[in-house]
């Protein structure tokens, strides 16, 4: 199993980024997938999360109105929209999958994690 992240950058705040995760090697539509970031010297933090289907979603409250998460069951890929980025949303954004159905909230408990993307949002 293979999430191979990208879109990330460099970006004056403000501004937007679209990040992609494409996956291979699993039945995509099985998968719940999540998007979580890790600053320099901060704990790994959740950040959105979507169903089977892109139905459900949630986020972590201080992305609510900014990012969207969507995904492409055809294309294996998911996708984070984020607007008006903010110099704290700054970190390495990793993508993740999970089996199944039950629903992992703000856990990190995934079974498949790519290799991040950096993104750096300026003042």
């Known amino acids: 199993v293979q999430l191979q992240a990208s879109g990330g950058g460099v970006v004056q705040a403000g501004g937007s980024l679209r990040l992609s995760c494409a996956a291979s090697?699993?039945?995509?539509?099985?998968?719940?997938m999540g998007w979580f970031r890790q600053a320099p010297g901060k704990e790994r933090e959740f950040v959105a999360v979507i169903g089977l289907n892109g139905v459900r979603i949630d986020y972590v409250d201080s992305v609510k109105g900014r990012f969207t998460i969507s995904r492409d069951n055809a294309k294996s890929t998911i996708f984070l929209q984020m607007n008006s980025l903010k110099p704290e949303d700054t970190a390495v954004y990793f993508c993740?999958?999970?089996?199944?159905?039950?629903?992992?909230?703000?856990?990190?408990?995934?079974?498949?994690w790519g290799q991040g993307t950096q993104v750096t949002v300026s003042s």
């Open positions: 090697g699993v039945t995509f539509s099985n998968y719940i």
């Open positions: 993740a999958a999970r089996y199944g159905r039950s629903w992992p909230g703000d856990s990190s408990n995934y079974s498949y």
